[in-house]
């Protein structure tokens, strides 16, 4: 049974920094390509960020709005994924999630809420 458990999310003033994280297990995290996910209010669920597995070279995507600001990293070997967020933004705010990329495995977890604001 997949399960994914994100943390790390709170309420940051603009400029702020985050570090999220994911507990994946159920499933084989070592031979997927994993992302992170947000929602925010009235928006559809957006991809940020993928990263690919492997234990030499691990590649990267961000989307074009948090490219810069967002780093993911994966460590398989604890079945973990994060997702560091710097210099938030009030657009950065919403629910965020990790999953396989870019489709989705058919589990969510309950997400992490990143709340920007002064």
């Known amino acids: 049974q997949v399960q994914l458990v994100e943390s790390g999310g709170g309420l940051v003033q603009p400029g702020g920094s985050l570090r999220l994280s994911c507990a994946a297990s159920?499933?084989?995290?070592?031979?997927?390509?994993m992302g992170w996910y947000r929602q925010a209010p009235g928006k559809q669920r957006e991809l940020v960020a993928s990263i690919t597995p492997g234990r030499l070279t691990k590649y990267a995507n961000y989307a074009d709005s948090v490219k810069g600001r967002f780093t993911i990293s994966r460590d398989d070997d604890k079945n973990m994924v994060y997702l560091q967020l710097n210099n938030l933004k009030p657009e950065d705010t919403a629910v965020y999630y990790c999953n396989v990329a870019p489709r989705p495995a058919g589990s969510w977890g309950q997400g992490t809420q990143v709340t920007v604001s002064s």
């Open positions: 159920g499933f084989r995290l070592s031979i997927n390509i």
